[in-house]
């Protein structure tokens, strides 16, 4: 039975036992007993916990210890102890056996008696200096195996020197004889300007070979890696020297010769041309890259190539961008001579239009009512024209003085001639505007016409039919559209005329006349039908007193002029017998005005 169940028969016990004050006491008592001991197991647990993970800590860092010295150390120092033939290596030698000495006698027993009071100190439950004794131990841990991995690789150089220098040595003579191949069976004259500097670099890469060797066979290795690097930087630079000298010497002494001859020449004949090429800097660039050139060629007598396939490229694409550059101007010599003649021909044209524009000005402003602000445009594009003409004047200016490029005039006359077309525009616009004054003028004077015609139909309309009186809508409408024709009249008729004012006036006329037609024909229309379902419905008289009173009615309002009324009272009668009445009369309505027509 464990410590809980106990505790919990203990509780049942007295629980079921009648409590009494002095019962109580004793069960508080127990109960803090109980916590006591409890709070004490806790406690104990946690230290024996932490003494167990500084323990295993410790235990981590004697394993760390032990590993600084390496077997491998004293294997490596008993190899270079074999090699040595001279004093340098023994020296060496010397100074690494008393490093590892040190690090043996000196560094591990430190840090084993650290390691020792660190456990100490753990049975001792100081804790606090157990963490700054770990952290101690843990540098110098890693010092010390720093110390001996750096010992072990200054040592490997010399006794992984053989093997190593050797294998770098045999891919540079395999190299090395690709490279001289290469040179034996290229063309010997694509290396005549650089024979004598070639082969004494055969010479010396032959020399080193032998150099190396003989430092080997005495092991002097401090000299070894220093001929291996200079066999390496000389092999290289021979390989990028054999691969692209002979494009060096063919740029350099063909190409590039070829290219200044070729545009010195068109450079000449476009100047007795007349072109300005000042902007191209021709002389100079040639003459720099001459030099440039020549500098080139004095670093290849040295084997130095650093860049100059890059340079002599660039000097190149110089040269072959001036092609374009000629081509350039020649198109815009072409396009100057185009604009030269139409530039000026255009500006003449605006300039006489405008000048016929405003000499007219005056009348158009009476004749159609307009205000400075509406005509002002004329005004600005006579400015922007005579700017322009300036404009062209310093152009042509520039170029008798030929001192200015033609890729430069051509672009400026291209500036003008735009400025000149959007004149243009602004002018045609203009023009249209004011020509549609007049054509709204003549047009309202041909819908007076239409107008006048109209309301002659609308009145012949009405004459068509007997009407027994005429509606006053009628006659109130024809009113207003007399009216409106009268004003359209009046405005036509004064001087100057207002467009706006006019072609308000012509809707107007226009509108109130339709309505007008409109109307007479509704009037005509409804009448008619009226009429029709009237005489049609006297043969029901007889039969139905109710039809005979509707009828009664429709025939009043007929009278009256209430056209819409008397066929909506005769409808509503003659369709009591007949349903369907008002379509049979529309019917009848539409095939009589067909016949009529």
């Not at 419905?537 to 007889?542: C, E, L, T, V």
Request: charged share 30%; glycine share 2%; hydrophobic share 40%.
């Amino acid at each position: 039975m464990n410590f809980c169940h106990l505790y919990a028969i203990i509780v049942y016990t007295i629980g079921s036992v009648a409590m009494s004050s002095e019962l109580f006491n004793m069960i508080t008592i127990f109960y803090a007993i109980i916590t006591v001991i409890i709070v004490i197991v806790i406690i104990f647990l946690i230290i024996k916990n932490i003494k167990k993970q500084y323990r295993d800590t410790i235990t981590n860092l004697e394993r760390n210890k032990n590993l600084i010295i390496s077997g491998s150390i004293l294997s490596e120092l008993n190899k270079v102890e074999s090699l040595i033939n001279n004093k340098e290596l023994e020296d060496k030698y010397n100074y690494w056996k008393s490093i590892f000495k040190s690090i043996k006698d000196e560094d591990v027993p430190k840090i084993t008696d650290e390691l020792i009071e660190a456990e100490e100190r753990t049975s001792g439950k100081k804790f606090q200096d157990v963490n700054l004794d770990l952290a101690s131990i843990e540098f110098k841990i890693y010092l010390a195996k720093s110390r001996a991995k750096r010992l072990l690789d200054d040592i490997k150089e010399i006794t992984l020197s053989e093997q190593k220098n050797r294998e770098i040595v045999t891919k540079l003579k395999s190299e090395y004889r690709s490279i001289f191949l290469q040179y034996n069976n290229n063309n010997k004259e694509d290396y005549s300007l650089i024979q004598i500097p070639l082969e004494l670099q055969f010479e010396n890469v032959d020399k080193l070979f032998s150099a190396f060797e003989m430092a080997m066979e005495n092991n002097v290795y401090s000299e070894v890696g220093k001929i291996v690097k200079a066999l390496d930087d000389t092999i290289g630079n021979l390989k990028i020297v054999i691969e692209e000298a002979p494009s060096i010497i063919l740029m350099g002494k063909r190409m590039i010769p070829s290219r200044i001859q070729e545009v010195s020449k068109i450079y000449e004949r476009m100047i007795n041309e007349g072109y300005n090429l000042d902007y191209l800097n021709i002389d100079y660039n040639i003459s720099e890259s001459e030099k440039k050139v020549a500098d080139i060629f004095d670093r290849l007598n040295v084997l130095n190539l650093e860049d100059s396939i890059f340079e002599l490229r660039t000097i190149l694409d110089y040269f072959d961008r001036l092609y374009a550059d000629f081509d350039k101007e020649k198109i815009a010599k072409k396009l100057f001579d185009e604009y030269l003649r139409s530039v000026i021909l255009k500006c003449k044209k605006l300039k006489k239009i405008i000048s016929g524009i405003s000499s007219k000005l005056d009348d158009i402003k009476y004749s159609y009512d307009l205000t400075d602000d509406d005509v002002k445009i004329i005004g600005e594009l006579s400015h922007e024209v005579g700017a322009c003409e300036e404009l062209y004047d310093g152009v042509v200016a520039s170029f008798r003085e030929k001192k200015t490029a033609y890729s430069r005039l051509s672009k400026e006359m291209e500036k003008i001639n735009l400025r000149l077309v959007k004149a243009e525009d602004k002018l045609d616009y203009t023009l249209r505007s004011l020509g549609s004054l007049k054509e709204d003028e003549i047009r309202a004077r041909e819908q007076l016409d239409e107008i006048r015609s109209i309301i002659k139909q609308a009145k012949a309309h009405m004459g068509s039919f007997k009407l027994p009186v005429v509606p006053k809508n009628y006659y109130v409408e024809l009113d207003e559209a007399n009216e409106a024709i009268k004003n359209m009249i009046i405005e036509l008729e004064k001087k100057p005329i207002s467009i706006k004012t006019l072609n308000t006036r012509v809707d107007t006329a226009r509108d109130l006349v339709l309505k007008l037609f409109n109307t007479s024909l509704e009037i005509v229309k409804t009448a008619s039908m009226a009429e029709s379902a009237i005489v049609y419905g006297n043969r029901y008289r007889a039969i139905n007193p109710s039809i005979d009173s509707g009828l009664q009615k429709a025939e009043r309002d007929f009278f009256k002029g209430n056209f819409k009324s008397s066929l909506e009272y005769a409808i509503s009668s003659i369709n009591v017998v007949e349903p369907g009445i008002h379509k049979r009369l529309l019917e009848a309505y539409k095939k009589e005005n067909q016949e009529v027509k």
